[in-house]
């Protein structure tokens, strides 16, 4: 309230991005203080704070966003060795990492300065999410950002061939963390195509198969149970070679029902892992063309194999590009009686 009793509208300010097709709303202020040593803390502080869930509903929900926004909260990050850190968020809460997410911060971060690049080459945008440090690698030719390389955390498979009875039969379903657990089907296993057609029948499949399974061991992450828990389904189908490139084509449905329009950078990453297991991807080649339900793509390569949590691992590295679409002022009006919003899915 002012010194004259009037009562002001609140503000928020955003920039706006997309990344092959995927909304990322990037929160420019305010900052939120949540206190904790690491960014996983912080997300764990995220998720009781009402401070954090109101402004994240608020910029998510309509009328100010939608049931399939996605965004982040600029934090501090865990030490010096990052530029910063982040918390993605969605409709139903925070998550642990975001693919399309650190692409479009990438390229934000040179935008703006906070990170310094060259016309030519390249230079990495280091940043700490809750699931460890990620690197976008932003490529740079005559003074314009044209591509983004996300080179991620260990990524690996934690279960194949996983048999489980669904509405559509039962399905064979693999397990992955590519810094969140995602869950692959084959959508043709059930008769489905990853086409705008099937959407509606895509989402009910990815719902079924990530509740069924996210309180099962399957779900639990080896070390660190803040990152338990199955994130998405990925429904895919595989289009066989082109070139030296596996071709593959999915929709990711996570959190509860929400739709990647890009092909999901962390899903691509535990699509990666999959395919490593399965001898189909290596440093050496081939690389994955993974294709997004709009058509968009994203580029996957192994760029080298380890060994995390006592299994066979990769580190992936997924490419694509991010756009700005706004800059945004969303005020808040003390009478407007939909305050956070409402979510129609």
């Not at 990152?227 to 895919?236: C, D």
Request: hydrophobic fraction near 40%; proline fraction near 5%; charge should be negative.
């Amino acid at each position: 309230m002012r010194d004259d009793g009037r009562v002001v509208q609140r503000k928020v300010l955003t920039t706006d991005y997309h990344t092959a097709g995927e909304p990322f709303r990037i929160v420019i202020d305010p900052r939120l203080a949540l206190p904790g040593d690491t960014v996983a803390d912080r997300r764990a502080r995220a998720l009781h704070s009402s401070d954090a869930q109101g402004l994240r509903q608020l910029l998510c929900f309509e009328p100010r966003g939608h049931a399939d926004m996605y965004g982040a909260f600029l934090v501090p990050p865990d030490d010096d060795g990052a530029h910063l850190g982040v918390l993605f968020w969605h409709k139903d809460g925070f998550s642990t990492a975001c693919g399309h997410g650190t692409i479009a911060l990438g390229v934000w971060a040179v935008e703006i300065g906070l990170v310094q690049a060259s016309d030519d080459g390249a230079v990495d945008v280091v940043i700490d999410v809750p699931s460890g440090r990620v690197t976008a690698r932003v490529q740079r030719e005559q003074g314009r950002t044209v591509a983004v390389d996300f080179v991620n955390v260990a990524s690996y498979v934690i279960a194949r061939d996983v048999p489980l009875d669904t509405s559509r039969g039962e399905v064979s379903v693999t397990i992955a963390y590519g810094g969140a657990i995602y869950a692959s089907v084959d959508a043709g296993s059930v008769g489905l195509t990853v086409q705008a057609s099937d959407y509606r029948e895509l989402i009910a499949l990815g719902r079924e198969v990530k509740w069924a399974l996210n309180d099962t061991d399957y779900a639990a992450h080896p070390s660190d149970s803040r990152l338990s828990g199955i994130y998405g389904t990925i429904l895919y189908e595989d289009l066989g070679f082109e070139g030296d490139q596996v071709r593959q084509r999915n929709v990711t449905v996570f959190a509860d029902g929400e739709v990647d329009r890009s092909p999901c950078g962390s899903g691509t990453c535990a699509r990666l892992a999959v395919l490593a297991n399965q001898g189909r991807v290596a440093p050496s080649g081939p690389t994955l063309r993974h294709e997004s339900i709009v058509g968009s793509v994203f580029t996957g390569t192994v760029v080298s194999t380890t060994t995390e949590a006592g299994r066979p691992a990769v580190v992936p590295q997924v490419t694509g590009m991010a756009y700005p679409t706004g800059d945004h002022a969303f005020v808040v009006d003390p009478a407007d009686p939909l305050v956070p919003g409402f979510v129609l899915r």
